[in-house]
């Protein structure tokens, strides 16, 4: 459960940052990775997401978990780009007699967005890995985002690995009784387990509504206080911003 919410758990003077000013400049870089139409700004982006995740100890197994999905789509925006957008032929394949050509400018304008995609995705994995997930939520609430949507974030994200703990019991339990001895079983534990699931979460809301009710639950979560914010951290996440800006522009 802990892997899985937050991996980092040595000192880092990354994780060390104050919460606000590392999400502040991640949006910062976010909205120049997004708006830039080139390769060299996102892909630089994407390197140092990758750099920070790799210093701060995170696996690489968990890394490419995380990437694997987005460097998916970015690479089927790429396909698509290529061969179904265009002008420019770069060249031609014929697959069961069917002539499909590849555009010099679709490749280009496929590569730009997979190249946006790859680093927005490492900028908001670095600050996720960074930064413990009630930390973020605290520093959301201080941007002024709708409490109501912290709340169920925050609750999601509680409950989330509860869920997981109950589905491994289930799933040992199975497995114990071979339960996926074969495809068809193994289709139908499946379904009894996502099944018990679903129960098990709409029990498990009503027990917990119910004692935060009795302990005084009015529909709004504490959350952390933060500290004064440092000279030096703001100094320096500005320095960033300013510095990874001018390479935007460049």
């Not at 957008?85 to 394949?93: C, D, K, M, W, Y």
Request: net charge positive.
């Amino acid at each position: 459960m802990h892997r899985l919410s937050h991996p980092v758990s040595t000192p880092n003077p990354v994780t060390l940052l104050d919460p606000r000013v590392k999400l502040v400049s991640a949006l910062a870089l976010l909205v120049m990775v997004v708006s830039c139409t080139g390769f060299a700004f996102p892909l630089l982006a994407a390197a140092l997401g990758l750099a920070l995740c790799l210093w701060l100890g995170v696996p690489a197994q968990l890394i490419l978990v995380r990437f694997a999905e987005p460097l998916f789509i970015a690479a089927v925006v790429l396909l698509l780009k290529t061969f179904f957008s265009g002008t420019e032929p770069l060249f031609s394949v014929h697959p069961f007699g069917l002539e499909i050509v590849a555009h010099r400018d679709g490749l280009a304008e496929g590569g730009a967005i997979a190249a946006r995609i790859a680093g927005a995705v490492a900028v908001v994995a670095a600050v996720g890995f960074a930064t413990p997930f009630t930390d973020l939520m605290a520093a959301l609430a201080w941007l002024r985002v709708p409490q109501g949507l912290i709340d169920v974030a925050l609750f999601a994200w509680r409950y989330l690995f509860v869920l997981f703990d109950d589905a491994q019991v289930v799933y040992a339990a199975q497995r114990n009784r071979l339960g996926y001895a074969g495809f068809r079983r193994g289709l139908r534990s499946f379904g009894m387990l996502a099944g018990a699931l679903v129960i098990k979460a709409f029990d498990t809301s009503q027990t917990i509504t119910t004692a935060m009710v009795q302990r005084g639950y009015d529909g709004n979560l504490p959350l952390l206080k933060h500290r004064p914010f440092r000279a030096e951290e703001a100094t320096a996440s500005v320095l960033f911003v300013a510095a990874m800006g001018m390479l935007r522009w460049l």
